[in-house]
């Protein structure tokens, strides 16, 4: 079983629409959450951290449950642009190492 | 944030040769810096961390001595793959952890723009 998973879509929503993603994680002592974006071909770039109080910036909504070991993103008011792969990654303590899931692929359609 | 450059982004080889990716940070010493592989539809995965002045260190599963790395300075890391073989072929990735004033989390990495290697 993957350390981290997610569902690999794609998700296909028109614009304007609104979109969660889901991502489980096993290990308990998992310390640090992010999200990544990963467009086509090309690396991955900081979208936000994830906290268990939630966070939120500008359109995008990031949620952690810890107990339940459970991350979330949604995303508001879908354009365009937001096409890509989100990537839900975790750390754990006193480490640099980042710990990938496979991907959720986002399609927007206008 | 940091800027990471990558050279090649792409290279195409033939079984057997020897292929040296450069990983340099442009804009910040980098005394540590990551190696990733990504195969299609799979998530990254860690190789190693390329420590400067010093041995890497390989995740489990990964050749030392078919993955080298030199980390010979504070800008530059490189990453050869020895005799590559088309199971070799992947996207491969480097990414450095700056210092605090060039990132927004403590764990967050940037990432250089990948190397595409086919080997066939």
């Known amino acids: 079983r993957k350390e981290v998973e997610q569902d690999p879509g794609p998700f296909n929503v028109p614009e304007g629409a609104t979109v969660a993603f889901n991502c489980t994680y096993s290990?308990?002592?998992?310390?640090?959450f992010f999200w990544y974006r990963q467009d086509c071909r090309k690396e991955p770039k900081l979208l936000m951290s994830?906290?268990?109080s939630g966070n939120e910036d500008g359109r995008f909504t990031a949620q952690l449950n810890r107990a339940s070991q459970y991350i979330s993103l949604l995303i508001r008011d879908s354009k365009l642009s937001d096409s890509a792969t989100y990537l839900c990654v975790v750390t754990h303590h006193n480490t640099d190492k980042l710990i990938f899931g496979t991907g959720t692929r986002l399609q927007v359609f206008p | 944030g940091a800027v990471v450059s990558q050279h090649p982004s792409w290279v195409i080889c033939k079984s057997g040769t020897s292929v040296k990716i450069e990983c340099r940070s442009l804009d910040f010493q980098a005394t540590t810096m990551f190696w990733y592989r990504q195969f299609p539809k799979q998530s990254l995965m860690l190789m190693a961390t390329s420590n400067e002045g010093s041995k890497a260190t390989y995740e489990q599963g990964v050749e030392k001595d078919k993955f080298l790395i030199n980390h010979a300075s504070l800008t530059l890391s490189t990453l050869t793959v020895t005799s590559a073989h088309p199971e070799d072929s992947s996207f491969y990735i480097c990414?450095?952890?700056?210092?605090?004033?060039?990132?927004?989390?403590?764990?967050?990495?940037?990432f250089g723009p990948g190397t595409r290697l086919t080997v066939l």
């Open positions: 290990n308990s002592a998992s310390q640090s």
């Open positions: 990414s450095v952890r700056p210092q605090g004033a060039l990132r927004r989390s403590y764990n967050e990495q940037f």
């Open positions: 994830v906290y268990s």
